[in-house]
């Protein structure tokens, strides 16, 4: 079975509310190595939740601090290595600020194939 290192998903969020950031594919696991958030805005101060929701869970379990507010030109920058297991995803809340965020993200890690 091959290892694939990779960027799991990337991209910019520019609406408050959840989303997933990366779910893994059926008949895979990953181990995600980091994980990225950065302020692009100039006048937006989102508050940022992650999450690890598992595969057919109700509930997703959070991964980082509580309501972290992103500053301005600010990243928030997790190194902790998760494994998820087919169908699991990461997910990112977005709340707060008088208008659109824009954070960018990046999740990285690897793939058993």
Same mark, same amino acid.
């Given at each position: ?11 910019? &969020? ?5 989303? +997933?950031?990366?779910?893994?594919? +059926?008949?895979?696991?990953?181990? *995600?190595?980091? !994980? ?11 508050? *940022? ?8 869970a109700?509930?997703? &379990? ?14 928030? #920058?997790?190194?902790? !290595? ?5 169908? +699991? ?8 600020g008088?208008?659109?965020?824009? #954070? ?10």
């Open positions: 079975m091959a290892f694939v290192i990779k960027a799991l998903g990337a991209g910019t &969020r520019t609406v408050t509310g959840s989303a +997933d950031l990366y779910t893994v594919p +059926d008949a895979k696991s990953a181990m *995600v190595t980091s !994980v990225r958030l950065a302020n692009g805005s100039a006048t937006i101060i989102p508050t *940022v939740n992650l999450y690890v929701k598992p595969s057919g109700a509930t997703a &379990r959070r991964i980082a601090k509580k309501d972290h507010t992103l500053a301005l030109g600010s990243a928030l #920058v997790l190194e902790d !290595v998760l494994t998820l297991g087919q169908g +699991d995803k990461v997910q990112l809340n977005l709340s707060g008088l208008g659109p965020p824009e #954070v960018g993200y990046m999740v990285n890690g690897v793939e058993r194939e």
